[in-house]
């Protein structure tokens, strides 16, 4: 969402004057907590509501979708894809060397992002079905939910995963094909909405906000934010 919250910040500002956007980019988490705590108009999230966060009020409205990519560095030898359950396996322990899908003999050090990120929850729902991460030596969880440290982490040995979008033009990294396919595909298993959060009902801020989100500019604007 930081690259989609940047341009919406930016055309907003250039079409309503003297009108000033501030965002923050610290995880899903601390967004929703921040609208909850009348700290922030909206939160940007990677996930969707909880049950327990929509009875206090809060509405999330889908305004993109993105997907999930698997990252490793471009110095690491592992050429080949993965399939959905290397992927559970690998970020539930039961796979810790490369050797064990066709790489070389060496660990994998696995990175993964703290609690507090959306990509986090969704990773969690969405690849490993709602189970647990590993707590093998070789898994890391990040303390911060911060994209470019962990990528540039990867080194030759390890893995991690970010939002698509932030991946795409980075040289240092790249990302692995899912059953054969690229988060580009239709049908890349990984794909999830992003959404926008409020307390119903939403202010005037809100509203104007989200009504430049939702006209032609502002979706121009994400659909351009998602190629960069």
Do not use: C
């Amino acid at each position: 969402m930081v690259s989609i919250n940047s341009a919406l910040k930016q055309g907003f500002e250039e079409k309503f004057s003297g009108i000033t956007v501030a965002t923050s980019a610290t995880g899903s988490g601390d967004g929703i907590n921040a609208v909850l705590a009348g700290n922030a108009d909206l939160g940007a999230s990677s996930r969707p509501l909880s049950a327990q966060e929509q009875a206090q009020g809060l509405v999330a409205v889908p305004v993109a979708q993105d997907a999930i990519a698997l990252v490793v560095g471009v110095s690491n030898p592992f050429a080949q894809g993965l399939s959905q359950q290397d992927v559970v396996d690998i970020f539930t322990g039961e796979i810790t060397n490369w050797s064990e899908i066709g790489g070389p003999d060496k660990p994998i050090r696995v990175l993964n992002r703290p609690p507090v990120s959306g990509t986090h929850q969704t990773f969690r729902e969405l690849v490993l079905n709602g189970g647990d991460f590993g707590n093998t030596p070789n898994i890391t969880t990040l303390e911060r939910d911060a994209t470019t440290p962990m990528l540039r982490a990867l080194g030759d040995d390890g893995i991690g995963y970010a939002t698509a979008a932030q991946i795409f033009n980075q040289s240092t990294v790249r990302p692995v094909a899912i059953d054969g396919l690229t988060p580009i595909a239709e049908q890349y298993p990984y794909r999830r909405n992003l959404y926008y959060v409020y307390e119903d009902p939403a202010n005037e801020r809100v509203q104007a906000f989200l009504g430049y989100a939702f006209s032609d500019e502002g979706q121009t604007a994400i659909a351009q934010a998602g190629q960069n």
